[in-house]
Every structure is written in structure tokens, then in C-alpha cells.
């Protein structure tokens, strides 16, 4: 990427781990690296790693896309691409420089998470329903409406959301996720949520690991308004007209 073999070598290390055993000596305990440096699932570093592993599979699609009249989206490995009417002959040479492309690119498709995606048919991109207006799938609303209702009829004794060990701050979450997608249904599970939050009083509180007690917890920083976001970021709304949905994993 252009960086002298110093700085590349610091940038890996921030990027990568290794596995560690714990070993015993002296009566100290010492963790000990073993086996070859790894990308860590879920780290911070993730999406910027993939937007540049893809940037060349993302100028490739969007112009083939264009050649063909889809649209093209990408949001980390799930790559969606749509378009309000096709011809089945084009289509198939479509797909076939797909995944043509795809495998000259050094990835591949998950043999079972391709999806056609019709009009008759619940278009969902990244968990959000695209048929004709960006909506949360009617089964999993109902599902959180149940167990809010249980939450206000009996507590939160016992409840779990999401497999999180933090219950009161899933449903937040969920809550806000509902309301970014559909601000009118989500106005009226967040205000259900936030009096849940306020009986319970919940506080949302970020922890800090300092080496010594007399360390100071780090400052957050608010986010750089001039960094634009990132490139291949699935947009939904950007696709609207846009009837039927092909989707890679």
C-alpha cells in the first residue's frame, strides 16, 4: 500500500493476533503466542480491511453493472444487486461474468446463501425487508412485541434478548435499529423501551481496563464529520424502484 516495511509491520500487528496459551512459571502466570498471526472476527479494523481488499471487486461490479442496467450495493461480504425489469438471456450472461469476476478476485460465492429475489417474493438485503419501502420483517416485530409486553406484564427477571448478557441494553438497541429503518413504527417501540430502561434504571455505561489505578480512562472521540462514509456501504433507499434482488454472500 505504499508504507516503508517499519510502519506496514506496526500496521499488521494492530490488525492481526495470535492464539495464546497460558502457561504457569514461578508461580506468575504468562500468556505465550502460538501458531501464526490472524485476522480476529468482529474487530474494529474489519471493515476498512475489506472495503480495501474489495475496491477493485467494487469498480469492476459497478461497471458491469452498469453495462447490463442493475444496480450494485455492497455492505462487507453481502453483495446485492437489483434492477426493476431483466431478460432471462441477459441475466444469464449477467451472472455468468459475476461470478466469473467474483473467483478472479480471489473470493467465493457460499453455495448456499444465493438468493433470487422477485418481485412476489420478501426482498430482504441485511435484514431489511426493500419490497416497496424499508421495513423490519413483520415475524421478528412480532416476536419483539411479545417479549416487551411480557417485560412490562412481569419484569425482566429471566429475559434475554438477542443472546446478549445485557438484556435492557439489546432492546434498546433493537429499539433504535426499528426506528432507523421505520421511524414511525420505531417512535412507538423506543418510547415503550425507554420506559422499560427507566423502571429498570438503566444507564449505559462504557468500561475502561486501566494498567493502574491512577490511569486515567481514555477520551472518546466524536466522529470526523468530514470523513465521508465508507465506500460499498449498502444503501436500500438508494434502490428505490428497483423490483427484483439477486444477492452473494
Known sequence: MGYNEKIATIFALICTESEMDEVQLDGKTYYVKSGNRCLPQ???????????????????FTGLAKKYGFGYTRYADDLTFSCAEYKADEFKKFLGFVKKTIKAENFTIHPDKFKVLRKGSRQEVTGIV??????????????????????EKNGIAGKTCNHSPNFLASIKGYANFINQVDPAKGKLYTERVNKILAANNFKHQIVFKAKAKTQ?????????????GRPGDHNPSDDSGKKQWWKFW
Request: charged share 25%; hydrophobic share 35%; net charge positive.
Open 42 to 60: 468482529g474487530a474494529p479494523t474489519s471493515p476498512a480491511i475489506t472495503n480495501w481488499l474489495c475496491r477493485r471487486l467494487d469498480a469492476r
Open 130 to 151: 426493500v419490497n416497496e419501502k424499508l421495513s423490519v420483517e413483520k415475524k421478528k416485530l412480532k416476536n419483539f412485541r411479545a417479549m416487551l409486553y411480557q417485560v
Open 216 to 228: 486515567a480512562a481514555p477520551k472518546t472521540q466524536a466522529p470526523d464529520p468530514t470523513i465521508p
